[in-house]
T-cell receptor
Framework: GENVEQHPSTLSVQEGDSAVIKCTYS??????FPWYKQELGKGPQLIID?????GEKKDQRIAVTLNKTAKHFSLHITETQPEDSAVYFC??????????FGSGTQLTVLP | DAGVIQSPRHEVTEMGQEVTLRCKPI?????LFWYRQTMMRGLELLIY????????DSGMPEDRFSAKMPNASFSTLKIQPSEPRDSAVYFC??????????FGDGTRLSIL
């Protein structure tokens, strides 16, 4: 089955700096890669996703890049703000149904 | 718009008792997923339904766990009998077929 590894497990950045979280996956058949943000006491919330037919996708301060050859994808958050502090999860799937999640990254944005 | 609604938000019960978790998916979504989140194992898919039919239950830990979806607007996850190692946060998610999943805010389950 699919295995997703996520790094780093914790990340602290100064407000206004950029944050990068990286994931690798094992199953070359995976073609859907969402990123979720989870705040304390809440469920994961989808923030961006990418399918394997594109290499990069942006949505305001958030971008995701995908390298299918190397089987890794990354989340980039620019101009970080305190409200970006949360746990971020990557996931991989062939179908957008059976998601395999990474272990999460606790992002702290320091004011 | 109403999101995925889960109840109860918190459940504390004694070992051996039956536990029933409930989920109302977003209207119009025909896929429904149950996940379990723990510190040790992270987020794990337990089971998912398409059009009320269970498609893949390979993540269900053991026979003590069962899930049903009697109609398009309601699903239950039942644990009987419950054990302390079942303590976790259980999430329900829904989506249109093949589209991104939307999660509820979970049920925090503690088995004493």
């Amino acid at each position: 089955g699919e295995n997703v590894e996520q790094h780093p497990s914790t990340l602290s950045v100064q407000e206004g700096d950029s944050a990068v979280i990286k994931c690798t996956y094992s199953d070359s058949a995976s073609n859907y890669f969402p990123w979720y943000k989870q705040e304390l006491g809440k469920g994961p919330q989808l923030i961006i996703d990418i399918r394997s037919n594109v290499g990069e996708k942006k949505d305001q301060r958030i971008a995701v890049t995908l390298n299918k050859t190397a089987k890794h994808f990354s989340l980039h958050i620019t101009e970080t703000q305190p409200e970006d502090s949360a746990v971020y999860f990557c996931a991989a799937s062939m179908t957008a149904r059976q998601l395999t999640f990474g272990s999460g990254t606790q992002l702290t944005v320091l004011p | 718009d109403a999101g995925v609604i889960q109840s109860p938000r918190h459940e504390v019960t004694e070992m051996g008792q039956e536990v029933t978790l409930r989920c109302k998916p977003i209207s119009g979504h025909n896929s429904l997923f149950w996940y379990r989140q723990t510190m040790m194992r992270g987020l794990e898919l337990l089971i998912y339904f398409n059009n009320n039919v269970p498609i893949d239950d390979s993540g269900m830990p053991e026979d003590r766990f069962s899930a049903k979806m009697p109609n398009a607007s309601f699903s239950t996850l039942k644990i009987q009998p419950s054990e302390p190692r079942d303590s976790a946060v259980y999430f329900c998610a829904s989506s249109p077929l093949g589209q991104p999943q939307h999660f509820g805010d979970g049920t925090r389950l503690s088995i004493l």
